[in-house]
């Protein structure tokens, strides 16, 4: 977990983040072991914008791997900064129902929730199938 935090300290501090001054930097671990990193890159179209965690998820996909054992998110903030309702979705199309969130403050404050604490009710690829 502390090489997960160290990660995501060290990518936050290259996060793109004129707009909102907000940092935020994503570590994620596959179940093979594979650490992804991400940060978040905003844009003057402020729409375009991306997470940290989705920057993780896709440097993990590029990478090859498709399997998220936990996450570990880390911004300057004054509690743990959960992640967003579009990344919550985005990290369950990789990850178990028990995988690993971890929220957490530059400061060292920590908040680790599972997945299906974060995105109960989460839409599965099993509600498209009619029988
Ligand atoms: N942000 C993330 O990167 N991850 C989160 O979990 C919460 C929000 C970013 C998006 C935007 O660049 C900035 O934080 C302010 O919302």
Do not use: W
Not at 91 to 98: G, T
Request: hydrophobic share 45%; charged share 20%; aromatic share 4%.
């Amino acid at each position: 977990m502390d090489d997960l935090r160290q990660a995501a300290l060290a990518v936050r501090e290259r996060a793109h983040a004129p707009y909102s001054n907000f940092k935020v930097g994503a570590a994620l671990r596959t179940v093979t072991g594979h650490v992804a990193i991400g940060c978040n890159v905003e844009n003057v179209a402020y729409p375009e914008g991306t997470c940290a965690e989705a920057g993780a998820i896709a440097a993990m996909v590029a990478a090859g791997e498709t399997g998220i054992a936990e996450v570990y998110v880390v911004a300057d903030a004054p509690d743990p900064v959960p992640p967003c309702g579009g990344c919550r979705q985005k990290i369950a199309e990789f990850a178990a129902r028990d995988a690993r969130i971890t929220m957490a403050t530059v400061d060292g404050a920590e908040r680790s929730v599972t997945l299906a604490e974060l995105l109960p009710g989460a839409f599965g690829a099993d509600h498209m199938e009619r029988t």
